[in-house]
């Protein structure tokens, strides 16, 4: 295998051993405690000898009225591994519950989520919880959709912006949870971590990660949805054919907007409008060259050339990259921007 690839994939399962901290998870979990009520909550990438997910379930197994825990222990090597099942009784002691050995198959080692074992518990689930491996969330949500199952998971927000996450997001499959909104997420991380990074820190003698950009990812439903709207910090245009906002999808409150597409990567053609012509990029150290970029990434028109970064021509006028935004339509329009307080 080539160095360039190994070293990539080593990257890739050093950032999948982040461990999510009690505190993150009963923040968000709180909001949905009436319905846990009778369901059955499985953790699939969760060692139930030290997650915070099963410890979470566990002590608050009696309160939420849950019908069965069951966490499965994924095994880097091809050892066989193990389920814990729990179905109440003893909520604080988490070493309280049944211990089924599994084994993985078909090139998948035990405690694989796509692994027979690990789609079997699935199937009996009714809630999956977990922080899942962020190197594998594509298949991972595809697993959850496929399955038709309730979910609450973290991931990282560049994942709505995905080809196959964000047409789940547009048809109101996915939003985000009700607890994290912005800010980092401190994440307990092995101790022989090596890229000692500015948000990487010691507490206790354990070692963290601050990261920024964590969201959980959900189908069910959350009061937050329904009174909030967009997060603004986009701009509101009623001057075109259909109303768009360029928002984030932070705060999406579905009985208000309808998310109609995302700049980076248009589905359909209904904005037209975001499709530019020949373009032609102008670089800081003066150079140009024709681009597809305004089309292929969000832009937005600017008044003055950018001298630090690259701005691109279009007909006569500039444009800047930004981050992709969600186009939304407004259910309910107005007339004029300012009369919804912008
Ligand atoms: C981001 S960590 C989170 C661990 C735990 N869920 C938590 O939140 O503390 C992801 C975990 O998934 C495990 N994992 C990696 N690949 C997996 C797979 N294919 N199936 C199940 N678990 C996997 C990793 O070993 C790692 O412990």
Same mark, same amino acid.
């Given at each position: 295998?080539?160095?360039?690839?190994?070293?990539?994939?080593?990257?890739?399962?050093?950032?999948?051993?982040?461990?999510?901290?009690?505190?993150?998870?009963?923040?968000?979990?709180?909001?949905?405690?009436?319905?846990?009520?009778?369901?059955?909550?499985?953790?699939?990438?969760?060692?139930?000898?030290?997650?915070?997910?099963?410890?979470?379930?566990?002590?608050?197994?009696?309160?939420?009225?849950?019908?069965?825990?069951?966490?499965?222990?994924?095994?880097?090597?091809?050892?066989?591994?193990?389920?814990?099942?729990?179905?109440?009784?003893?909520?604080?002691?988490?070493?309280?519950?049944?211990?089924?050995?599994?084994?993985?198959?078909?090139?998948?080692?035990?405690?694989?989520?796509?692994?027979?074992?690990?789609?079997?518990?699935?199937?009996?689930?009714?809630?999956?919880?977990?922080?899942?491996?962020?190197?594998?969330?594509?298949?991972?949500?595809?697993?959850?959709?496929?399955?038709?199952?309730?979910?609450?998971?973290?991931?990282?927000?560049?994942?709505?912006?995905?080809?196959?996450?964000?047409?789940?997001?547009?048809?109101?499959?996915?939003?985000?949870?009700?607890?994290?909104?912005?800010?980092?997420?401190?994440?307990?991380?092995?101790?022989?971590?090596?890229?000692?990074?500015?948000?990487?820190?010691?507490?206790?003698?354990?070692?963290?990660?601050?990261?920024?950009?964590?969201?959980?990812?959900?189908?069910?439903?959350?009061?937050?949805?329904?009174?909030?709207?967009?997060?603004?910090?986009?701009?509101?245009?009623? *001057?075109?054919?259909?109303?768009?906002?360029?928002?984030?999808?932070?705060?999406?409150?579905?009985?208000?907007?309808?998310?109609? *597409?995302?700049?980076? *990567?248009?589905?359909?053609?209904?904005?037209?409008?975001?499709?530019?012509?020949?373009?032609?990029?102008?670089?800081?150290?003066?150079?140009?060259?024709?681009?597809?970029?305004?089309?292929?990434?969000?832009?937005?028109?600017?008044?003055?050339?950018?001298?630090?970064?690259?701005?691109?021509?279009?007909?006569?006028?500039?444009?800047?990259?930004?981050?992709?935004?969600?186009?939304?339509?407004?259910?309910?329009?107005?007339?004029?921007?300012?009369?919804?307080?912008?």
């Amino acid at each position: 295998m080539a160095d360039n690839k190994k070293m990539q994939q080593a990257k890739a399962v050093k950032n999948d051993e982040f461990y999510t901290e009690y505190g993150t998870i009963s923040d968000e979990m709180g909001h949905y405690r009436k319905q846990f009520e009778g369901q059955v909550v499985y953790c699939n990438c969760d060692d139930p000898a030290w997650s915070n997910f099963w410890k979470y379930f566990h002590s608050n197994f009696g309160s939420l009225n849950l019908k069965k825990l069951i966490a499965t222990h994924y095994r880097k090597d091809t050892e066989p591994s193990y389920a814990m099942i729990y179905e109440g009784g003893d909520d604080f002691n988490m070493s309280a519950g049944e211990v089924v050995p599994i084994k993985g198959n078909d090139g998948y080692n035990a405690g694989d989520f796509r692994s027979d074992a690990c789609v079997g518990f699935l199937k009996e689930a009714t809630v999956v919880s977990t922080n899942p491996p962020f190197s594998l969330f594509r298949e991972y949500v595809a697993q959850l959709i496929e399955y038709g199952k309730k979910f609450i998971i973290l991931g990282n927000q560049n994942a709505a912006t995905y080809q196959d996450i964000f047409p789940l997001i547009k048809e109101n499959m996915i939003w985000y949870g009700a607890s994290i909104h912005s800010g980092g997420i401190d994440f307990r991380i092995p101790d022989d971590y090596e890229e000692y990074s500015s948000n990487v820190f010691v507490k206790d003698g354990k070692h963290y990660i601050n990261l920024s950009g964590i969201r959980w990812f959900t189908n069910m439903d959350v009061k937050y949805r329904h009174d909030g709207l967009w997060h603004r910090n986009g701009k509101f245009d009623n *001057t075109q054919a259909h109303c768009y906002y360029e928002g984030n999808e932070d705060k999406y409150n579905p009985d208000e907007f309808e998310i109609q *597409t995302m700049t980076k *990567t248009p589905i359909g053609n209904e904005y037209r409008m975001l499709i530019f012509d020949k373009q032609i990029q102008h670089n800081p150290n003066g150079t140009t060259q024709s681009v597809t970029k305004a089309n292929d990434g969000a832009v937005v028109e600017i008044t003055k050339p950018l001298h630090d970064k690259p701005y691109y021509s279009v007909q006569g006028k500039i444009y800047k990259a930004i981050y992709p935004r969600i186009l939304i339509r407004n259910l309910h329009p107005v007339k004029k921007s300012e009369d919804i307080g912008y």
